[in-house]
C-alpha cells in the first residue's frame, strides 16, 4: 500500500515545513499480523522523517525584506492617501449638512412670515366687515 510512497514522504515533508517550526507525529499501528508490514513500513517512516533537519532559524533573505518594506511604504502611501480622501468628505459632508440646516432655517423664517401675512389680512378683513355692517342691517 503506502510502503512504496514511503521513501519520498521524508523529501516533501521538508519542503513544507518551516525552520524553527514544531512537529508532531502521530503513528497508527496495530499490533496484528495482518497489519505487520504496514506498522513496519510506518515505523520506518517516522524514523526517516526524526531524522529530517530543518536548519537554523533565518530572519529571512533581503530579497524578501525589500519586498516586505516595498509592501509596507504602498500601504503607508495608501493609508495616507485614504486618510485624505476622508478628510475631504468629512468637509463635504459639513458644508452640506450647513447648508441644508441654513435652508431649513428659511424655509422656517418664510413660514412665520406668511403666518404673520395671513393674521395681518384675516384682522383687516374683520376691521372690514365689522365696519361694513351697522348693528340694525342683516350681514
Do not use: Y
Not at 513496519?40 to 524514523?47: D, E, G, I, P, R
Not at 529530517?52 to 530572519?59: D, F, Q
Not at 519586498?67 to 468628505?89: D, P
Amino acid at each position: 500500500g503506502w510502503g512504496a510512497m514511503t521513501p519520498f514522504a521524508p523529501l516533501c515533508a521538508q519542503d513544507s515545513l518551516s525552520p524553527g517550526s514544531r512537529t508532531l507525529m502521530i503513528l497508527a499501528v496495530a499490533p496484528t499480523f495482518a497489519t505487520a508490514s504496514e506498522t513496519l513500513f510506518t515505523m520506518q517512516f517516522a524514523a526517516r522523517v526524526r531524522k529530517i533537519e530543518l536548519g537554523p532559524v533565518t530572519s529571512g533573505s533581503s530579497k524578501d525584506v525589500r519586498r516586505l518594506e516595498e509592501t509596507l511604504i504602498a500601504v503607508r502611501k495608501s493609508l495616507a492617501a485614504s486618510e485624505r480622501e476622508k478628510q475631504t468628505l468629512e468637509t463635504q459632508l459639513s458644508s452640506q449638512k450647513r447648508r441644508q440646516h441654513e435652508a431649513r432655517m428659511g424655509k422656517a423664517k418664510e413660514v412665520e412670515q406668511l403666518r404673520k401675512t395671513i393674521n395681518q389680512m384675516q384682522t383687516k378683513m374683520k376691521k372690514k366687515k365689522s365696519g361694513r355692517t351697522s348693528p340694525g342691517s342683516p350681514i
